[in-house]
């Protein structure tokens, strides 16, 4: 990188008339963005086709298959064509607030990848507040929400961001109560210290450290789900009662910036559960293992090998999460609006506050030896409903005794 | 206790509904991709005694012209008169317009010798409504009547 950037301002007179630290800055920003926003377009178009294809199955359907081999090129026929349709502003729409309302929503989005940690080293930004700034950007995307439902002078864009607004306020309290578990529980809000206080197997992992971590897993998880407007809490474009809520008047380009804003949103739930809760990017021996296999020397290949298997570690956990989001999608209903705030003030937020009490005692007076034990009970119990789920899965195909077709592409 | 109660019961049926909708991943899909992607044609799938596409076998159409005057929206178009070259009476075009047809069977009961009747096949759509008027009897050909063999 160093060599490269030298060689651009060798190359380039205008460069030349610049200070080097600017150079420098611009080309990693540049290079960073370029980076992850070919990431999260080709995340959200693998996604949006899983997820197509996910839901057919699940309801006796087949699902897209016709666009390319399997119907993969699906989700790019329907961005071009989205992407050639006119751009539409209505007339009494907010002209300014209208335009610059989805890229609120983007660089919210986008400003929380920025401190996501791929690997020990991939990272664009570690900072000693990480999982502080993942909060704040959170608040970000709901400003851009609620001024696209406003600006469209449209009511149901506008009840759709009103509850958007609703529903990450209120969601806020048990998710950050939750954080605030996982900070007391390593001392750190550093997003790395966090995934290296943790380890590589299951009962290394915060989730499974003590029966209150695993609550708040499962709190913090409804609560991601509730904050990126997913379902079943995905009130604010509820299509059955506001025709699409906020992005309702939205078309063209814009529209597709919501798009991708709402597929990073799947992705970074994904992640930020997987750093909190499940060991980030930790793959314990793999990365010698790999390292061993290839018979790397050179410094850099080594490097490049340890960061690439726990980048693959931590996606592998990170989309196994996000199907888990996808699958919900297709099970549960919608939720009542207010079923949706009486699951919020009347069941989670006391729960966490009981969690976060007792994860303080927790952190004062159980010594080691006691959150060995807890760890090894808990990761036993998590394998019991893991085991338990594959076995009713398997008792509901043979009560159903419908026909098996293993093969998903078919 | 409805406190405690909820929670255990969500739960419970959270988990339920995801081992259901889990197992529907491993399930046969109920779809059957019309008209390229089925094993084997649909016409095929079907009842021998569906009513589609009207069909002549002009090889043995006596030339009674029953079926035209059966039909109660006259669909059916037969020309017929003497060759002179024969010397004897010909069919000269045999025409059923299929877009007015609405399958209903009249003019299959009345032929002597079942030469009209109806086949399985029933993908009518067209660009061209004219299309859907089917010629039996093409190029001109002249069909002489069958007659049934005297005992
Ligand atoms: S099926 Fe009925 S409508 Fe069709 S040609 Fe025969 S008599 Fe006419
Ligand atoms: S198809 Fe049957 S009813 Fe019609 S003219 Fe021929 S023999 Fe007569």
Redesign the interface.
């Known amino acids: 990188m160093e060599n490269f950037i030298t060689n651009m301002i060798a190359q380039c007179s205008w460069l030349q008339s610049l200070p080097k630290w600017v150079v420098v800055f611009g080309f990693q920003i540049f290079f960073s963005v370029l980076i992850l926003f070919a990431f999260v377009a080709i995340f959200a178009m693998l996604a949006g086709y899983v997820e197509r294809r996910v839901a057919g199955r699940i309801q006796s359907r087949i699902g897209p298959n016709r666009v390319g081999p399997q119907g993969i090129l699906q989700s790019l026929a329907d961005g071009i064509k989205v992407f050639l349709k006119e751009d539409v502003v209505p007339t009494a729409a907010d002209p300014i607030l209208f335009r610059i309302a989805p890229y609120f929503v983007f660089v919210g989005m986008f400003l929380a990848f920025v401190a996501i940690p791929f690997s020990a080293q991939w990272v664009i930004s570690d900072f000693n507040l990480g999982i502080f700034y993942l909060l704040a950007c959170e608040a970000l995307v709901v400003i851009g929400i609620v001024m696209s439902g406003w600006a469209s002078n449209n009511k149901w864009s506008l009840i759709g961001g009103m509850r958007s607004a609703a529903q990450i306020v209120s969601y806020e309290v048990p998710v950050s109560l939750t954080i605030l578990m996982i900070v007391l529980w390593c001392g750190t809000m550093d997003i790395q210290q966090i995934i290296l206080s943790q380890g590589p197997m299951p009962w290394h992992w915060h989730v499974f450290q003590n029966p209150f971590l695993f609550i708040g897993f499962f709190i913090f998880f409804i609560g991601s789900l509730a904050e990126g407007n997913r379902m079943p809490f995905d009130m604010p474009e509820a299509e059955s009662e506001l025709v699409s809520g906020y992005n309702t008047e939205y078309s063209g380009f814009r529209f597709i910036i919501f798009f991708f804003a709402e597929f990073a949103n799947l992705y970074l739930i994904g992640a930020i559960v997987t750093i909190l809760f499940l060991g980030g990017w930790q793959a314990g021996v793999l990365p010698e293992f790999f390292v061993s296999i290839f018979g790397a020397e050179n410094p850099w290949i080594v490097a490049l090998i340890k960061n690439f298997t726990q980048l693959f570690v931590f996606q592998a956990k990170a989309l196994v999460l996000v199907f888990v989001i996808i699958q919900l999608r297709w099970t549960l209903p919608r939720v009542r609006v207010d079923q949706l705030m009486a699951l919020c003030w009347k069941y989670l937020v006391p729960i966490s506050f009981v969690n976060l009490l007792a994860i303080s005692f927790w952190v004062v007076f159980v010594p080691e030896i006691g959150t060995k034990i807890t760890a090894g009970v808990m990761t036993t119990f998590g394998a019991i409903i893991f085991i338990y789920f594959f076995y009713r899965v398997y008792w509901q195909l043979k009560f159903s005794k419908a026909k098996i077709r293993m093969n998903p592409f078919s | 206790m409805s406190?405690l109660g909820?929670?255990v019961s969500s739960v419970q049926t959270?988990?339920?509904?995801?081992?259901?909708?889990?197992?529907?991943?491993?399930?046969?899909?109920?779809?059957i991709?019309y008209p390229d992607r089925t094993p084997i044609p649909v016409k095929d799938t079907l009842p021998l005694r569906y009513r589609g596409f009207l069909d002549v076998q002009t090889d043995i159409c006596t030339g009674c012209t029953l079926c035209q005057k059966a039909c109660p929206i006259d669909c059916i178009l037969i020309e017929a008169g003497k060759d002179p070259e024969l010397g004897q009476r010909v069919m000269t075009r045999f025409a059923v317009d299929l877009s007015k047809c609405m399958y209903c069977g009249l003019c299959t009961e009345p032929c002597p010798t079942g030469a009209i009747r109806f086949t399985r096949e029933f993908e009518a759509a067209t660009y061209d409504v004219k299309t859907l008027v089917r010629e039996y009897i093409l190029n001109g050909e002249k069909i002489v009547p069958y007659k049934a063999p005297k005992k």
């Open positions: 406190y909820n929670i959270v988990f339920e509904g995801l081992t259901i909708t889990f197992s529907h991943l491993f399930r046969e899909p109920m779809t991709q």
